[in-house]
């Protein structure tokens, strides 16, 4: 079998193609399909989201302050920063007695093409809870609060929030408990992600049997989190952005979130299958051409009806233009996972 690669081409002539490594598993580490390096080590990014999520709904945190779908679909996100993002944002700090000034998330341009464009067209000031993790920073400060820890720092390796948190992960991916912080071994790696938290390198095999657990709504937090972002796709990304509008495409039947650098994780709920997929060089306008072709494929192994290819096909496959718009070649996928 070819290797699962995604393509771009100008002319008639392949100019760049990017390899994806995927696993596919199930809740107790099975594994069921894989292209690449199955147990390739990287770094979980915004992906990790519902996993750094859970404590705060299994702690009791979620509801104590009485916090909802909206919310704890924002906890999981990596939101475009349109008006309702930012407002969710507000009544989020609200509800847990914190201010935008707690975030120690910095902001940067809006992950949504309009906002972004309106926001620099207008001037706006950015300010940290505009950043796309906002959300997920939001319910780290909650978790802190709930718990009668100290709300600064929360962000840090050694602050018990994050140490909840590396818990967690550990869990649901089955990883090792040591930890090392320099080096990719078998135990989770800690690193400091774009938005100042903790992120944590892993295989893809473990991430994706957390999101087999994720997607069968292993335990009533995970449920709770599960039944939120299916609920609120439009919260976990945004306009036009290939994780909400796979999930609104067949509604109630895939969760997925994507992370930077060429990293995405899914579940098709239900199913008992979760799977996690690594563009490996981090291209962005590939991963969601990787994306659909994956779960193409695994919706036909289960014998689901739906192609989200022909469903979505703006995210599947597209046209490259130039300045003129002219079209000068296209971005495909070639080859796919294998079954074992």
């Known amino acids: 079998m070819s290797p699962f690669r995604i393509l771009a081409t100008r002319g008639d002539a392949v100019e760049s193609g990017h390899v994806v490594s995927v696993a596919v598993a199930r809740a107790d580490g099975r594994t069921v399909a894989h292209a690449g390096d199955p147990d390739l080590v990287t770094f979980w990014r915004s992906a990790a989201k519902p996993f750094q999520a859970l404590p705060l709904v299994e702690d009791g945190g979620a509801e104590r302050f009485g916090l909802g779908t909206e919310e704890l679909a924002l906890a999981c996100a990596s939101h475009s920063s349109e008006p309702v993002h930012l407002e969710v944002t507000d009544r989020f700090?609200?509800?847990?007695?914190?201010?935008?000034?707690?975030?120690?998330?910095?902001?940067?341009?809006?992950?949504?093409?309009?906002?972004?464009?309106?926001?620099?067209?207008?001037?706006?000031?950015?300010?940290?809870?505009?950043?796309?993790?906002?959300?997920?920073?939001?319910?780290?400060?909650?978790?802190?609060?709930?718990?009668?820890?100290?709300?600064?720092?929360?962000?840090?390796?050694?602050?018990?929030?994050?140490?909840?948190?590396?818990?967690?992960?550990?869990?649901?991916?089955?990883?090792?408990?040591?930890?090392?912080?320099?080096?990719?071994?078998?135990?989770?790696?800690?690193?400091?992600?774009?938005?100042?938290?903790?992120?944590?390198?892993?295989?893809?095999?473990?991430?994706?049997?957390?999101?087999?657990?994720?997607?069968?709504?292993?335990?009533?937090?995970?449920?709770?989190?599960?039944?939120?972002?299916?609920?609120?796709?439009?919260?976990?990304?945004?306009?036009?952005?290939?994780?909400?509008?796979?999930?609104?495409?067949?509604?109630?039947?895939?969760?997925?979130?994507?992370?930077?650098?060429?990293?995405?994780?899914?579940?098709?709920?239900?199913?008992?299958?979760?799977?996690?997929?690594?563009?490996?060089?981090?291209?962005?306008?590939?991963?969601p051409v990787a994306l659909l072709a994956v779960l193409d494929q695994l919706a036909a192994h289960v014998g689901w009806s739906e192609r989200w290819n022909t469903l979505i096909p703006q995210h599947g496959g597209f046209e490259i233009k130039n300045t003129r718009k002219a079209v000068t070649g296209r971005v495909y996928a070639e080859g796919g996972v294998r079954f074992v």
């Open 93 to 287: 700090l609200a509800k847990i007695g914190c201010t935008e000034s707690d975030l120690a998330c910095g902001p940067h341009p809006p992950l949504g093409t309009r906002v972004a464009e309106r926001v620099s067209r207008e001037g706006v000031p950015l300010t940290p809870r505009w950043s796309n993790c906002s959300g997920k920073h939001s319910g780290m400060l909650a978790q802190a609060k709930h718990k009668g820890w100290p709300t600064a720092g929360y962000e840090t390796k050694d602050h018990p929030v994050q140490q909840r948190i590396l818990q967690s992960v550990i869990e649901w991916t089955g990883s090792p408990s040591p930890v090392r912080e320099r080096g990719l071994g078998g135990e989770v790696v800690l690193a400091i992600d774009g938005c100042a938290a903790v992120c944590f390198g892993l295989p893809l095999s473990g991430m994706a049997r957390a999101y087999a657990a994720l997607g069968d709504g292993a335990s009533p937090g995970l449920a709770i989190l599960r039944d939120a972002m299916l609920a609120r796709p439009d919260l976990v990304a945004g306009t036009g952005r290939s994780c909400t509008d796979v999930m609104q495409a067949a509604p109630g039947k895939v969760i997925v979130k994507l992370g930077a650098d060429g990293v995405c994780c899914g579940a098709l709920v239900g199913t008992g299958l979760g799977f996690a997929l690594k563009v490996e060089d981090g291209d962005m306008r590939a991963l």
